[in-house]
Nanobody
Framework: QVQLVESGGGSVQAGGSLRLSCTASISTDRHYCLGWFRQAPGKEREGVASGDSLGTTTYADSVKGRFTLSQDNAKKTFYLQMNSLKPEDTAMYYC???????????????????????WGQGTQVTVSS
């Protein structure tokens, strides 16, 4: 089973930036769908962003223009760059992925936790006002 390890969370003031990393135990130079989720205390887990190996990206309305997906295949790592952070971005953040052995033609499901086979352990992001 593919393992994902997250890092990069922390505490910042509103307006600050953080970059979350999600490192996979296998090569990321293959077809995949990658999702970022977050869960605040007392709230349901929600989709933040998703991206796939075909270059399709989707962002929640609440983070559009502030969060950006990227990856470094040499490091087997996906990133979520978070700028202009707001107190309402405070949550535990999780990366999740599904990797395809055979051809992938699209259909990455943004915000659907059941779609993703592998999950990171989560990293806390706290934004103070």
């Amino acid at each position: 089973q593919v393992q994902l390890v997250e890092s990069g969370g922390g505490s910042v003031q509103a307006g600050g930036s953080l970059r979350l990393s999600c490192t996979a135990s296998i090569s990321t130079d293959r077809h995949y769908c990658l999702g970022w989720f977050r869960q605040a205390p007392g709230k349901e887990r929600e989709g933040v962003a998703s991206g796939d190996s075909l270059g399709t990206t989707t962002y929640a309305d609440s983070v559009k223009g502030r969060f950006t997906l990227s990856q470094d295949n040499a490091k087997k790592t996906f990133y979520l760059q978070m700028n202009s952070l707001k107190p309402e971005d405070t949550a535990m953040y999780y990366c999740a992925a599904v990797f395809y052995v055979f051809g992938y033609t699209g259909g990455c499901r943004f915000g659907d936790p059941a779609y993703y086979a592998s999950w990171g352990q989560g990293t806390q992001v706290t934004v103070s006002s």
